[in-house]
């Protein structure tokens, strides 16, 4: 039997273990952003390939920053 997934095919709560920690780190991403303080998240996304966030772009962004190359 397969885990049941959320829209967009993101793991269930019954999948992941704490996931409420995402739920946590989302709503302190929101606060700090209402806070213009960026700093903890620019902290954050530099441990993320630059690949996955490539990914996270619109289609016709993501490709322009990969050739780019900058940041990896």
Not at 10 to 17: K, L, Q, T
Not at 47 to 64: G, N
């Amino acid at each position: 039997m397969t885990a049941p997934v959320f829209e967009k095919g993101y793991p269930s709560y019954e999948a992941v273990n704490s996931l409420d920690i995402w739920e946590r780190v989302i709503e302190q991403i929101k606060e700090d952003f209402e806070a213009k303080d960026e700093t903890a998240i620019y902290a954050m996304l530099q441990s993320v390939p630059r690949s996955v966030l490539s990914a996270y772009l619109p289609e016709e962004d993501s490709h322009e920053h990969l050739r780019e190359g900058d940041g990896d």
